[in-house]
């Protein structure tokens, strides 16, 4: 059975112990903060454990039962009386008040319906309630004598006096009187036969234990078995302070949660509440003349506590006394209370059995012959009838029955309890009368079944039946009880839509407050239910909401409608959302939260559903409210902008963004759109960013003014007029004041261009700013429904950028209202994402640039393809034309980021990109720039004008040629912004114009290259090339094979293709071409003074870590080029300055992006500054090919092929090598830039230890021996084959310490079914020493073999130890012994194992 809802049952339904004390220990527990000892006692009663000997009892069929633990409730017989529920609303108003400020709860997020019965699913709910959760908890320990249960009947007394008693015996005698003259005894519904123990409190502060025993031995023969000691030293403050050890002390906080729930259980008696409580103040708000409910200023910070929370209970209380009261309450349960239960268990059944048997014989024959009835005999049992219900002895048939059920419900005896609930409930229904009765039986019975588990029948019929009946008696109170125990227990089951019902069924219209908290609860079963019924946990917070508010709870209130807003977010429901705005914008407005106030009312502006008196009645209320928050606003604010600076934006009037129309002057509405200003080419992120580089440039050359490209232009005092579109969606007029455009003028230079007067300066309906006026309309109206025009001007004064952002106006001539234009600019379609999802690039229409005169250009592109393959290069030519006034000069462009475009000059507009030279220099160099630079601007050659500068003339044609590289796949718009200038007045003016070529490239090759070490050589390496055709009705033909690398040359291998026809790659078919790449010999070299690519990189990051300045510094790399010629002589060398430039943008780019990605701790700018575009062992491999079908020739670009051994950037750094945390310390004291401590330690690490490059052993190694060996085994029955190991140290500046060791293990490549014979090394087997950078070392070893077969003799190990090296340090011959103990400044420990298989032959030669 489920613990925890047994344990939860045991604690409500266990048996009740009424306390009676004397003064002197009512006096004793008062210094440990208690009221009473029924205050110390109540949480041990929670869970009592047995002491010393278990809790065992014999059932009604006579079998014993064990019980693991037990639970007693306390009560002071003084407090033992029929409860009036009347306060319990007002308990859980207090509640309610004790958590006002709590925050909104969003249980949707936190709560899933997945969650299995056995997982905590009460906490997710009632952990988050808890106001809800003290609310139940108080409900069930409420105390209350009712004569259909027992369970609230006192089964035993506890009589206490305490050792400081002059006269114990005679207090025992008059409190025991007390008990048996108790009022509750004279109801006659409850049995006065309890256990009356006795207990002498011990104070051994006060009473030695020689006056005890004397004391103890009068009280037994007195009292018998029914006296005890409870001995109490009161000794736990000095335990405190003494520091002992404390395990068996009860925490303070032990006491807490029964006190302050005893402080609530104390305002159920009477005259316990104060009528002028301050929550029912709020019921009911004064009003204003307006009819308007006041406020009261909230004091935010204030939160409200229990004062029982604020006390320490218990201090006093050792230890000792702790264990002492458990072995009490543990001895009385098993030596008394259990036994007294057991025999009145015996008893009844018995008793119950023989009177039902007799009743049912001699009633059933009355009947027959008298005409009596059972229920003329059943009124002998009932002692009164109260307000129409019917009230039992103690001592009839029903009342023992339902006591025998009861007791048998404590003891966990939950199926022959059912069986008797089950028996009685039948009585109880032939009478209307008995309803009460009955609906405790039906509840019980409901219990019953749900702990043992049995729900075959309809439960949840049997619980409404309970509640309904218990509702017709006016006891609301069990109804409440019982379904609390029927929820938590349907909660163990994951039954959450049946527990919704269950909170349903006992909310009414008699009280608002409990209804709200029933309804709360209810909404959150709703999340719990598979699937999740959303819109039912919406509408009941709703419910719960209204609830809460009509019982003056507005936090809570608002608090309900605020997380049920989430839910009808966004479904344009406008009737509920109007209710529920308007009822936040309320809750808001008497909780003194203006601003929230208003932002909800404005949510009621709008063309809704309501009649025209529901938006009437909106915004009175509005008007109002907002009135109240300017005066509040004034009063708050500090300056006059802050006063003024009360703008809202309005849904009312709607105005149609889309048809705004703008004109360069006065026209009627009928005249033709022709002078209409059109919408230009829409502004995205793209062109912004060439603006952005197009502005820096300009700014560097310190123009004067720098103007957006292609921008509606206007020049200064012409007036710029809007037609704006408006319309009144609601059903009663608007009135609009002081409407005036919103508008911003941002001059291209404040200090050297002054403001031009206006010759609309005079004109009243003009408002007068320092670089705009401004024409205003004073007053509009408009009608509900309509929709009208209006016409409004502005009039630049001063050069610079004009923003037209939307409109302002008074709405009744009192809020101040701004509606922003929003229009959408063009719709995207470059990416997948914006082919997908609607998206819009930034209008631009409604921005002005004011100019004087300037040039105009003009820019037709011929030649321009439709759609390419992959890799082609097309050539365009464009026609530069002048159409403006004023000469073009200082022609400039720039393009997207990573285009691949080259720009020439009108002298190559006959040149081909693909020079074709019959030459057999296969091999070339070209000294290049090897740092990241990229041209983001280019300047376009123009022709020379008569003074001597270069230009282009008014009505002036110059052609240009461009070439542009297709390396990716999918519709790309190529993108030009070229920039010019002109002088005016000896100033000089910029203006922009955007370009765009759109071209469809389509997909061509797929290329995969990769290397493989060699096996015959160690420094050779294997490159394979993986071509595949995916053009559809075209082969290609390959023309040329080439790398470049400042290392690296290609060579041909053997096998390699040598028909020409081997090199046309027909559709869809696959080409794999095998060439091998090596490093180039001193002879062809070019010597150089140029420094290391990676040592240029340390010296850069080691200042940059270090927070110092790179210089300017150039730094040059020799780059060769070297081709393999496919199927002619004739080779396409480097010397094309445009092919050139291809080739080194295409590393740029993808260099940039490998940096971006190794190290995301570096800023992306600083990238170039620190790294380099080739490194020592780069290799870029280019294949040029050639349609077959369309003659065009077309180029690949492979980057990214490093052959050298991967290592950190900070290899060459004698700062950073040898203790990370010192070089931590060292970066950290340094300013680098505002980055934090933990971002420098970040940066650091990852150019140390950066997980995307490997760190690896510097080594290489290569075994040789023969392939084949003949020997006869006859003559000697042992074969030795001489081995050779090369080891070669590939660092550039490490020096290698190494361990060889010589081994004859299963190797991981090598299968089970590998038919590899096994063979064992002799002699030497393993070697150590060092070798220098750059050297090579042959170690040689005999593999000895004793039978003929296929040897793996590649079988070896090696452990490698790193170190800096420097040509003047000594190497002492203890550092060639590899000991990780003698290794200083080692920077890395690396294992090596062999991998591949080498097979050596040996066959047995007889002869």
Same mark, same amino acid.
């Given at each position: 059975m489920n613990t925890n809802k047994v344990n939860y049952i045991k604690r409500i339904y266990s048996p009740l112990i009424g306390v009676v004390e004397s003064k002197d220990v009512e006096d004793l527990f008062k210094e440990c903060n208690f009221n009473s000892i029924v205050d110390f006692l109540t949480p041990y009663g929670h869970s009592i454990k047995p002491h010393g000997r278990q809790f065992t009892y014999q059932d009604?069929?006579?079998?014993?039962?064990? *019980? $693991?633990?037990?639970?007693?409730? =306390?009560? %002071?017989?003084?407090?033992?009386?029929?409860?009036?529920?009347?306060?319990?609303?007002?308990?859980?108003?207090?509640?309610?008040?004790?958590?006002?400020?709590? $925050?909104?709860?969003?249980?949707?997020?936190? !709560? +899933?319906?997945?969650?299995?019965?056995?997982?905590?699913?009460?906490?997710?709910?009632?952990?988050?309630?808890?106001? =809800?959760?003290?609310?139940?908890?108080?409900?069930?320990?409420?105390?209350?004598?009712?004569?259909h249960e027992s369970f609230d009947h006192p089964l035993a007394s506890f009589i206490f006096v305490s050792t400081n008693n002059k006269n114990p015996l005679s207090?025992?005698?008059? &409190?025991?009187?007390?008990? @048996?003259?108790?009022?509750?005894?004279?109801?006659?519904?409850?049995?006065?036969?309890?256990?009356?123990?006795?207990?002498?409190?011990?104070?051994?502060?006060?009473?030695?234990?020689?006056? /005890?025993? +004397? &004391?103890?031995?009068?009280?037994?023969? &007195?009292?018998?078995?029914?006296?005890?000691? *409870?001995?109490?030293? =009161?000794?736990?403050?000095?335990?405190?302070?003494? %520091?002992?050890d404390l395990s068996g002390k009860a925490s303070t906080d032990f006491w807490t949660e029964s006190m302050v729930t005893q402080d609530y259980l104390n305002l159920l008696l009477h005259n316990n509440f104060n009528s002028d409580d301050s929550s029912t103040q709020i019921l009911n708000s004064p009003l204003n003349k307006e009819g308007l409910p006041l406020f009261t200023k909230v004091d935010k910070n204030h939160k409200y506590i229990e004062k029982a929370e604020l006390i320490e209970y218990g201090r006093k209380i050792s230890s000792e006394d702790n264990k002492r009261t458990q072995a009490f309450l543990s001895d009385f349960i098993g030596l008394t209370l259990l036994p007294f239960m057991e025999r009145n268990i015996h008893h009844l059944n018995e008793q119950v059995a023989s009177a039902r048997r007799g009743i049912n014989r001699f009633f059933n024959a009355g009947r027959k012959y008298f005409g009596n009835s059972s229920k003329q005999i059943q009124k002998k049992n009932i002692i009164a009838t109260i307000e129409g219900l019917n009230r039992y002895s103690y001592q009839s048939a029903e009342a023992q029955m339902r006591k025998l059920a009861d007791l048998s419900f404590m003891l966990c005896d939950y199926k022959f309890a059912y069986s008797v609930y089950d028996n009685v409930k039948k009585d109880f229904n032939s009478n209307d009368q008995d309803k009460k009765y009955y609906a405790g039986t039906q509840g019980m019975i409901v219990l019953c079944l749900l702990m043992f588990n049995s729900v075959k029948l309809n439960i949840d019929t049997i619980m409404e039946n309970s509640v309904l009946n218990y509702n017709k008696c006016k006891t609301q109170f069990y109804a409440q009880k019982t379904t609390f125990s029927y929820n938590f227990l349907l909660k163990q089951l994951n039954e959450y839509k049946k527990v919704s019902q269950a909170f349903l069924r006992i909310t009414n219209d008699d009280s608002n407050v409990l209804s709200g908290l029933f309804l709360e609860q209810t909404s959150y079963c709703y999340l719990k239910v598979k699937p999740k019924m959303i819109r039912k946990y919406a509408f009941h917070l709703i419910l719960a909401g209204h609830r809460y508010s009509r019982?003056?709870?507005?936090?809570?209130?608002?608090?309900?409608? =605020?997380?049920?807003?989430?839910?009808?977010?966004?479904?344009?429901?406008?009737?509920? @959302?109007?209710?529920?705005?308007?009822?936040?914008?309320?809750?808001?407005?008497?909780?003194?939260?203006?601003?929230?106030?208003v932002e909800y009312f404005l949510k009621l502006l709008h063309g809704s559903k309501q009649s025209a008196n529901q938006q009437n009645a909106y915004m009175k209320e509005f008007l109002y409210i907002y009135e109240q928050y300017i005066e509040n606003k004034q009063q708050s604010a500090e300056s006059e902008n802050e006063k003024n600076n009360n703008i809202v934006k309005l849904s009312i009037p709607q105005v149609d963004d889309k048809s705004i129309k703008v004109l360069l002057f006065d026209v009627v509405e009928n005249q033709r759109e022709e002078h209409l200003i059109s919408d230009n080419i829409q502004q995205d992120e793209e062109w912004e960013t060439l603006d952005k580089i197009i502005s820096e440039e300009n700014h560097n050359h310190n123009f004067n003014n720098s103007f957006i490209n292609n921008q509606n232009t206007c020049t200064i005092g012409e007036p710029i007029y809007v037609v704006v579109s408006l319309s009144n969606p609601m059903k009663i007029p608007l009135e609009l004041n002081n409407i005036i455009l919103d508008c911003e003028l941002i001059p291209s230079n404040d200090e050297s261009v002054q403001p031009i007067n206006s010759s609309y300066k005079n004109d009243n309906s003009y408002l007068h700013y320092q670089y705009y006026s401004l024409q205003q309309i004073s007053y509009m109206k408009l009608a509900p429904d309509s929709k009208e025009k209006i016409k409004i001007a502005v009039i630049p004064k001063i050069e610079g950028t004009l923003k037209i952002q939307g409109i302002k106006y008074l709405l009744f001539n009192l809020v101040r209202a701004v509606h922003s234009f929003e229009r959408k600019g063009k719709r995207l379609n470059a990416t997948r994402e914006q082919r997908m999802n609607k998206m819009y690039a930034e209008d631009k229409s409604l921005i002005f640039t004011v100019t004087p005169p300037m040039p105009l250009l003009d820019v037709v592109s011929h030649s321009k393809p439709g759609s390419v393959y992959a890799g082609e290069t097309s050539k365009i030519i464009l026609e530069i034309n002048n159409k403006g006034n004023s000469t073009l000069k200082n022609l400039k462009l720039a393009m997207n980021h990573n285009s691949l475009i080259y720009i020439g000059s009108p002298e190559m507009i006959n040149d081909d990109l693909y020079d074709i030279k019959k030459s057999n220099n296969i091999l070339e160099n070209n000294e290049i720039n090897n740092k990241l630079v990229e041209v983001k601007v280019y300047d376009i050659l123009l022709p020379l004008l008569n003074d001597g500068t270069r230009g282009l003339e008014s009505g002036t044609t110059t052609l240009i040629p461009i070439w542009i590289h297709y390396s990716q796949i999918?519709? !790309?718009?190529?993108?030009? &912004?070229?920039?010019?200038?002109?002088? /005016? +007045? $000896?100033q000089s003016y910029s203006r922009s114009l955007k370009y765009i070529i759109n071209v469809q490239v389509l997909p061509s090759l797929r290329i995969n290259a990769f290397t493989r070490k060699s096996s015959s050589k160690l420094n050779e390496f294997i490159l394979g090339i993986e071509i595949e055709n995916l053009l559809n009705d075209a082969s290609i033909n390959l023309q040329q094979i080439s790398i470049n690398s400042p290392m690296w040359k290609m060579k041909n291998i053997s096998s390699t293709l040598s028909n020409n026809d081997d090199y046309i790659i027909e559709p869809h078919q696959i080409s794999l071409i095998y060439y091998k790449l090596v490093q180039l010999t001193e002879n062809e070299k070019i010597k150089s003074e140029n420094m290391l690519p990676e040592f240029y990189s340390c010296q850069r990051i080691e200042n940059f870590l270090l927070g110092e300045k790179n210089k300017d510094q150039e730094h040059k790399i020799i780059l060769y080029f070297n081709h393999i010629q496919c199927n002619n002589n004739s080779l396409i060398l480097m010397e094309n300055e445009g092919l050139k430039y291809f080739i080194l943008k295409s590393k740029y780019i993808w260099k940039m992006e490998k940096l971006v990605t190794q190290y995301p701790y570096i800023p992306k700018e600083d990238l170039p500054d620190l790294f380099t575009l080739y490194q020592t062992d780069d290799v870029d491999l280019l294949i040029f090919w050639e349609n077959n079908s369309t003659k065009i020739k077309s180029h690949q670009f492979i980057p990214g092929i490093n052959l050298g051994i991967q290592q950190s950037p900070l290899q060459y750094s004698m700062k950073f090598k040898d203790n990370p945390s010192k070089s931590v310390n060292m970066i950290t004291s340094k300013a680098l830039f505002s980055q934090t401590a933990q971002k420098k330690k970040e940066l650091l690490n990852s150019l140390i230890n950066n997980k995307m490059i490997r760190d690896c052993s510097p080594l290489r190694i290569n075994l040789k021996s023969k392939n084949i060996i003949y020997h006869n085994f006859s003559q000697s029955k042992t074969c030795v084959i001489p081995v050779t190991l090369h080891i070669k140290n590939c660092s550039y500046n490490k020096l290698a310490y190494y361990k060889v060791n010589m081994t004859n293990k299963k190797l991981q490549s090598e299968s089970d079914h590998d038919n590899i014979e096994e063979f064992i090394w002799i002699g030497k087997i393993s070697s150590n020493g060092f070798l220098k950078p750059n050297e090579v070392k042959v170690l040689k070893f005999n593999a000895s073999i004793s039978k003929y077969g296929i040897y793996n003799l590649n079988k070896w190990s090696i452990k490698v130890k790193t170190q800096q090296y420097s040509p003047d340090m000594t190497i002492i011959k203890e550092d060639i012994i590899f000991d990780e103990s003698n290794i200083k400044d080692t920077e890395n420990l690396y294992m090596q194992n062999s991998t591949n298989v080498y097979n050596v032959n040996v066959i047995n030669n007889p002869n």
């Open positions: 009604a069929h006579g079998q014993t039962i064990t *019980l $693991n633990d037990f639970c007693l409730r =306390f009560i %002071n017989f003084n407090c033992l009386r029929e409860q009036n529920y009347t306060n319990i609303e007002k308990v859980a108003l207090k509640l309610l008040k004790k958590y006002e400020d709590v $925050n909104v709860i969003d249980l949707l997020s936190k !709560i +899933n319906p997945n969650d299995g019965p056995n997982d905590n699913i009460i906490d997710d709910i009632e952990e988050n309630t808890p106001w =809800f959760k003290e609310y139940k908890n108080i409900v069930n320990s409420v105390v209350s004598v009712s004569e207090s025992f005698e008059q &409190l025991q009187k007390a008990i @048996d003259s108790h009022p509750i005894f004279n109801t006659k519904y409850v049995d006065p036969n309890i256990i009356k123990h006795y207990i002498l409190i011990h104070d051994k502060r006060q009473t030695s234990d020689t006056e /005890v025993e +004397n &004391l103890k031995a009068q009280m037994k023969k &007195l009292f018998g078995l029914q006296f005890d000691v *409870l001995t109490l030293d =009161f000794n736990g403050e000095e335990e405190l302070s003494k %520091n002992e019982s003056g709870n507005r936090e809570h209130a608002y608090r309900c409608y =605020f997380s049920a807003l989430k839910i009808y977010k966004d479904k344009n429901w406008t009737l509920i @959302d109007d209710h529920i705005n308007f009822t936040l914008g309320r809750q808001a407005f008497h909780l003194a939260n203006l601003d929230i106030a999918g519709k !790309i718009s190529q993108r030009f &912004l070229f920039n010019y200038y002109s002088e /005016v +007045n $000896n």
